[in-house]
């Protein structure tokens, strides 16, 4: 992982700094970021003796980004990925019960199992909700960052976890081979089913979550504004181990023609259209996605639909993750509050 991403997922510089002398030593990189998590740890729990809560709820999230990168040494469900993903989703719960208001983890069923998320309210009245979700190995309380941005804008952050991923995948049961459009459907089934989120959706998916937000909002009208962040209209495997591994991990199979078939089958369809306003993100230094692959989603949208490209940008653009992060907060904001922050 590269340390802009770890950055752009809220892991501590000091934390990304310690982490490479611990590899170097010979640590292996899951027993590194666990041992960081602990530490972080630790200190929470002085803060909060002390009494010094917001002390203690900022180490709880260091400890919570520490634990996320340490599940991803692991691209399929060994029982050590497990593991440390339970200690991620314990880490996350903890830095929640520190936060005003305290996060909410939601669990919703669908099928044959459960969705999960987190729901980050600001501390005002909600002016509309942005559900925001990952796509291949970095899900739900990954986007802690994106939920600081869009709460501080009166935006509450819903970071889910959809089917192949995290605990939907580990604990819900529900891996990639459902229908996808239907169960991101059922977080704006939540969102708008309580008044006091404002009465208006949008979605934000990153990397391959974009494919998973653009299709969605094609599929439900009731999704007001879609961000796509670096994702393919119609993906494919692209014969770098991680990722086909990854893929393979969310359908839960080991056979590369089944994770072909259902990425045709999750690919946005020619006659897909989106009612919403569309924004796409697109890096020039992008080495999965090109911007070709991301063209479909603007032609699906309505007239106006916005792109912003960062030359230089890295995949989801990780390498300028404050300013991606304000100016998609702030798009949101203009499209959901339809004011100005």
């Known amino acids: 992982m590269s340390p802009t991403r770890m950055l752009d997922c809220g892991m501590d510089h000091a934390d990304i700094l310690a982490l490479r002398t611990l590899t170097d030593a010979g640590i292996p990189w899951d027993e590194a970021t666990q041992r960081l998590a602990v ?4 200190s929470a729990r002085t ?9 203690a709820h900022m180490a709880s999230r260091s400890a919570a ?31 929640g019960s520190l936060a005003e208001p305290a996060w909410e983890h939601v669990s919703l069923p669908f099928g044959s199992g459960r969705l999960f998320g987190w729901l980050v309210r600001p501390t005002g009245p909600v002016q509309g909700t942005v559900i ?14 994106a939920a600081d941005a869009l709460t501080a804008r009166g935006l509450a952050a819903f970071l889910v976890e959809g089917p192949g991923q995290g605990q939907t995948r580990m604990t819900g049961g529900l891996l990639l081979d459902v229908d996808v459009r239907a169960a991101y459907s059922t977080f704006v089934d939540h969102v ?9 959706v949008g979605l934000w998916g990153n990397s391959m979550g974009g494919l998973f937000a653009a299709t969605t909002a094609a599929a439900d009208a009731r999704v007001g504004a879609v961000c796509v962040n670096g994702a393919p209209a119609r993906p494919r495997l692209l014969g770098m181990r991680t ?4 893929a393979a991990a969310m359908l839960g199979t080991s056979d590369p023609a089944a994770v072909t078939a259902n990425f045709e089958r999750l690919a946005l369809r020619p006659e897909d259209r989106i009612s919403g306003s569309v924004l796409v993100l697109h890096g ?58």
């Open 65 to 95: 980004a520490d634990l996320l990168f340490a599940q991803m040494a692991f691209n399929h469900d060994v029982p050590r990925k497990i593991e440390l993903y339970g200690r991620f989703t314990e880490a996350v719960a903890a830095a």
């Open 132 to 145: 925001v979700f990952g796509g291949q190995s970095g899900w739900g309380a990954a986007y802690l960052k």
């Open 47 to 55: 803060a909060l003796d002390a009494g010094h809560r917001v002390t």
């Open 243 to 246: 990722f086909d591994d990854q």
């Open 192 to 200: 708008l089913a309580d008044p006091s989120l404002g009465g208006r």
């Open 39 to 42: 530490d972080r740890q630790r």
């Open 284 to 341: 020039g230094q992008d080495p999965i996605v090109t911007l070709e692959e991301q063209q479909p989603f603007l032609d699906a949208g309505p007239a106006g639909s916005t792109l912003r490209v960062w030359d230089d940008g890295e995949h989801t653009i990780y390498n300028h993750a404050d300013e991606k992060t304000a100016y998609v907060a702030d798009w949101f904001t203009d499209h959901l509050r339809g004011g100005k922050e």
